[in-house]
């Protein structure tokens, strides 16, 4: 009999607007307390303007797609973007704002996009200096809320990307299932809206308490949605 991972309650209110270097990286112990090991950037940090001299990535510069953006077939929206098919390069999508975001967020969301999936698969795109959405890397799937008769090793597969996503400091925030792809070829839950929650917003205990309680929260609720709908 498989065993099921209890739902439990957990909000959204702790995102990051910035990135630190560190020299560890973050992982959630059966405790679930963070732990640290060698050698991953920290995208948890609330201080964007720390710089190390050795480890530094350059900011991300603008990059003004207006002039030649062509939008195909609308692939996904959401409640503050819709994604279109890139006509001009089949393995890219855009994804445009439909209400005005924060720089900060934006930046965030592209950076962690990057960390995951690798340099240069997400940017920003500009309108006469205002972020007008991201072009992004076309990742293929079916989103978790559509996918049927799971196979059993799915299982495995959803661990796993949680395991990737720790090892690159990566909280998961918006676990929803929409924001998740499967793909069915190589037995992969990929992430498709990446941001992750800020473990050192504060010092205060309590709080960081509360954001862990809130990331695992998500981090089973998806696991067991993917675990009842495996055959």
Known sequence: MRKHIAHQSYD??????GADLLPGGVSISA???????EGKRDLTSPDANKTNSHDEMPPIP????NATL??????????????????????????????PQLHEE?????????????????????????????????????AVIYAKNLPPHAEQAIYDMFD?????????????ETNVLYDRGTNRFNPIDISSY???????????????ESYIGGKN???????????
Do not use: W
């Not at 195909?72 to 704002?97: C, P, Q, S």
């Not at 609720?221 to 055959?231: A, D, G, M, P, R």
């Open 31 to 37: 405790n679930n307390r963070p732990t640290v090991s």
């Open 221 to 231: 609720y998806l696991i067991n949605t993917v675990l009842n709908k495996i055959e």
């Open 70 to 99: 062509h939008k195909g077939e609308i692939v996904g929206k959401g409640g503050n973007a819709i994604v279109y098919a890139d006509k001009d390069d089949d393995t890219k999508v855009l994804k445009m704002f439909t209400i």
């Open 106 to 142: 934006v930046e965030h969301e592209v950076e962690c996009f990057n960390t995951y999936y690798g340099k240069g698969s997400a940017d920003i795109i500009y309108n006469n200096n205002d972020i007008s959405g991201i072009k992004m890397t076309r990742i293929q799937g079916e």
């Open 12 to 17: 959204y209110n702790y995102r990051v607007t």
């Open 198 to 212: 800020n473990l050192k917003h504060t010092d205060s205990k309590d709080r960081q308490d509360s954001i862990i």
């Open 62 to 65: 603008p990059v003004d797609y």
């Open 164 to 176: 990737r996503l720790e090892r690159n400091n990566i909280l998961f925030v918006d676990t929803t």
